[in-house]
């Protein structure tokens, strides 16, 4: 072995049983020095060796900080034994590692946890068992709830990541069985799938393609079945007295879940805090979208979990008991802001306005002014669907500008006046949309942009909304915080789809798994000024600017 390879920090591959007797393979990185030592654990589903370094520091830089880290493949994944089915086995399998972590020769009996997404999901699974071993989290970018945080939104089906996640699982077990030309067909599926399978993803094709994965479940199961409450945290997790660290993303998929999950976990006695930086899903970088948000946008998660884990599990005074209750990234100021709370108190309510032709002429519309009733109304055509343009999902999450995407005639966009002042967005945003059209089921996409001086369209936040009958919707938007300049405009704009982020809809209310390609049609909506209106969080300014 050359010298360079010896430097490679290679862990010791360890093993464990279950209680029912399978083995669960995992990674050791053992710190210098004499132990026992305080436990940092990972259960993830994406090969052990990954240890989520796509967004967080290499698993030998927490063992070098003195902690002895476990990165273990869940059961069916990686090297580990059993049958993999998302969510299922995760509290039983999580309470089983931490008594046997916790049992360790080199491990002091204290445990936490990190990782994002499915690995922190396995957190809130393992919280959920009352493991005393387990004595602090900091479950990152991950569901609440499985039916409206990870596949649906808004009752609307959550195409492309759904498809792409089915295919990377589907790909791993493959990989397991040896079926390679399988494998390479997943993997191409999950890269970038072709426009026929996106435009019918219940297709007999994508359905064989994706069997054994959970995606017909998906596709098929009623919103109201107890499959979805059997595989999400909320169905299982009390409020344990357990400190948690929550970190999410403006633009990231699953932020409906870290507000979800700070709210649960608030009312008990541990220690809570949220963070909202800037991030899509990953990576965590200034480079969000198309935007660069500067140095202040870089990650510094790691040493703020790293303060996180010493205060709670080594006992030493790191002032993470002090610092503020909330911290949220600014989109437009480029910097942290502190807060006592989330979220703030409802806001102000800008009502729509309209001469008619809010859908062909990009000012036709205006927010914030009363008028007389006026209907706005739009087509959407499945042969050429509203894309999607920034946002929270794939195919282009993050910060983009939009403005082509707004100027099209199947996009109603409601513009304000200039801001005579600055001011401070901070929370939640809301949309409510007096709707009707021409079936029983529509969609409707409403999108909170920045216009800036030159006229370019950013999207601040965005959301999505299934609905049945004709009258007032409310769509619930993401939350934001954005610092709004003297002379920049707010924008709303509205469309009859967002794709392929979602699934499109044949008119017909029936489940995504039911449709078909040539059950698409033509869809008349419109939107009545009278009864619609954008809700903003209230103006609540930072006073002063901390890092995480």
């Given at each position: 072995m050359s010298e360079r390879a010896s430097d490679l920090p290679m862990p010791e591959v360890i093993a464990m049983r279950t209680r029912d007797g399978v083995r669960l393979d995992a990674d050791l990185y053992v710190p210098e020095g004499e132990g026992p030592f305080p436990a940092l654990l990972m259960r993830q589903p994406y090969g052990r060796r990954i240890a989520s370094t796509v967004t967080y520091a290499h698993p030998s830089w927490y063992a070098a900080q003195g902690y002895l880290v476990v990165i273990q493949d869940v059961r069916g994944r990686g090297t580990s034994e059993g049958r993999f089915e998302p969510f299922i086995n995760e509290q039983r399998d999580g309470e089983d590692t931490l008594e046997w972590l916790a049992s360790l020769p080199s491990c002091n009996g204290r445990v936490g946890m990190y990782g994002f997404s499915y690995q922190g999901v396995t957190q809130l699974f393992a919280a959920a068992s009352g493991h005393p071993a387990l004595k602090a989290i900091a479950p990152a970018m991950t569901g609440f709830r499985l039916d409206r945080d990870w596949a649906y939104e808004g009752g609307a089906f959550r195409l492309q990541n759904s498809l792409s996640w089915a295919a990377q699982l589907g790909a791993e077990s493959d990989r397991r069985d040896g079926n390679h030309e399988r494998f390479a067909q997943r993997y191409r599926l999950g890269h970038g799938p072709a426009a026929d399978e996106l435009i019918d993803p219940a297709s007999p094709a994508v359905r064989d393609l994706l069997g054994g994965t959970f995606y017909g479940d998906w596709l098929d199961r009623s919103l109201d079945s107890d499959y979805w409450e059997e595989r999400s945290?909320?169905?299982?997790?009390?409020?344990?007295?357990?400190p948690a660290l929550h970190v999410g993303g403006w633009f990231d998929s699953f932020l409906t879940g870290t507000f979800a999950t700070f709210e649960h976990l608030r009312a008990g006695a541990g220690h809570q805090r949220l963070v909202i930086g800037p991030w899509t899903h990953l990576p965590w970088t200034p480079a969000v979208g198309q935007a660069w948000l500067g140095d202040?946008?870089?990650?510094?998660?790691?040493?703020?979990?790293?303060?996180?884990?010493?205060h709670f599990l080594k006992g030493h005074d790191t002032g993470v008991d002090r610092d503020p209750t909330v911290q949220l990234y600014d989109l437009r100021a480029n910097r942290w802001r502190a807060y006592a709370d989330y979220p703030p108190a409802p806001g102000t309510r800008l009502p729509l306005a309209s001469d008619g032709s809010a859908g062909f002429d990009i000012g036709?519309?205006?927010?914030?002014?009363?008028g007389e009733p006026v209907v706005d109304t739009f087509i959407h055509d499945p042969w050429r669907p509203v894309p999607a343009v920034g946002g929270h999902l794939a195919p282009s999450p993050g910060i983009h500008d939009r403005t082509v995407v707004d100027a099209r005639p199947d996009v109603l966009t409601y513009t304000g006046a200039a801001l005579q002042t600055d001011h401070q967005l901070a929370g939640p945003v809301s949309v409510t949309l007096n709707a009707a059209a021409d079936a029983d089921s529509f969609d409707l996409c409403a999108v909170l942009s920045v216009v800036d001086a030159d006229g370019r369209a950013r999207n601040l936040t965005q959301g999505y909304v299934r609905t049945r009958g004709n009258g007032p919707v409310t769509v619930d938007l993401r939350g934001t915080c954005a610092l709004l300049r003297a002379g920049e405009r707010l924008r709303l704009s509205v469309s009859g789809a967002c794709y392929p982020a979602y699934a499109l809809n044949?008119?017909?209310?029936?489940?995504?798994?039911?449709?078909?390609?040539?059950?698409?049609r033509i869809l008349t909506?419109?939107?009545n000024t009278q009864g619609s209106w954008v809700e903003l969080p209230a103006q609540s300014l930072a006073m002063k600017e901390e890092n995480p």
């Open positions: 945290v909320a169905g299982c997790l009390p409020v344990v007295d357990l202040a946008a870089q990650s510094t998660i790691d040493t703020l979990q790293l303060r996180w884990f010493d036709g519309g205006r927010l914030g002014e009363t044949d008119g017909s209310g029936r489940a995504p798994g039911a449709m078909r390609a040539a059950d698409l909506l419109s939107v």
